[in-house]
């Protein structure tokens, strides 16, 4: 029975540790992209609008 247990604790670990990579891995690819984007463009960033004051600013990763 113990043995049980360690296997579904490793389990669960496993899973929330790859889960943890994939997300990692999209945002680190989504940056790659966007980085790729502004050079072929020529720009020096990305302008995202504000929702609550209306203004542009250069968007932080």
Do not use: W
Request: without cysteine; hydrophobic residues 40%.
């Amino acid at each position: 029975m113990p043995q049980l247990i360690l296997l579904i604790i490793l389990a669960v670990v496993a899973y929330y540790g790859y889960r943890s990579f994939v997300r990692e891995a999209e945002r680190v690819t989504a940056r790659a992209e966007r980085r790729r984007k502004e050079m072929a463009n020529g720009s020096s960033g990305t302008l995202v609008k504000d929702p609550v004051t209306g203004e542009y600013y250069v968007e932080k990763d």
